[in-house]
């Protein structure tokens, strides 16, 4: 691909994610707090399979930045500790498994993505609050991480195809 027709793409791909967790931000779903369904990851899953690791890490950390100007450094520093933790969790378990499109791999990677998003922000989140009870809310984000990360996994087994990406 040209470096011109990439970077065109990237930017794309940087302004659905972002629009993505914008709007998912936007409307109201009475879950526990922290809990969303992280339909951005959709994106960086995409980029992830088609363009690969580096690619995907900086979508996650330009979206973080995108995080910054719209909410502020707090919102930004948990967004890019989730982030960034997650984006290389799927990476490993992209590059240990070499997922294919009809296995349960896109599930496992997506379901630790968000166990891991999830744990990234408690990190950021104890470092905020100075007290390592922050973690007391693991399990609420460890079972939302996986709900949220099958529901994911499922959108983008669905829009796959649609790519024309064969992932082995």
């Given at each position: 691909m040209k470096k011109s027709r990439y970077i065109a793409v990237m930017g794309?791909?940087?302004?659905?994610?972002?629009?993505?967790?914008?709007l998912e931000s936007m409307i109201p779903i009475p879950l526990p707090l922290g809990v969303k369904a992280g339909i951005s990851s959709i994106v960086v899953m995409v980029v992830l399979m088609k363009f690969g690791f580096a690619s995907a890490m900086t979508i996650a950390v330009l979206k973080s930045g995108f995080v910054f100007i719209?909410?502020?450094?707090s919102a930004f520093f948990m967004s890019v500790s989730?982030?960034?933790l997650s984006v290389a969790v799927m990476g490993a378990v992209l590059a240990v498994s070499r997922v294919s499109k009809n296995s349960t791999?896109?599930?496992l990677m997506s379901a630790l993505g968000g166990i891991f998003h999830n744990l990234g922000q408690l990190a950021a989140a104890s470092v905020f609050t100075g007290s390592i009870l922050t973690f007391s809310?693991?399990?609420v984000l460890v079972i939302s991480g996986i709900v949220?990360?099958?529901?994911?996994?499922?959108?983008?087994?669905?829009i796959l195809p649609r790519l024309g990406e064969r992932c082995e």
């Open positions: 794309l791909m940087l302004a659905l994610a972002s629009a993505l967790q914008f719209t909410r502020g450094a989730g982030g960034v791999g896109i599930l809310y693991l399990p949220s990360g099958i529901f994911t996994g499922t959108v983008f087994k669905l």
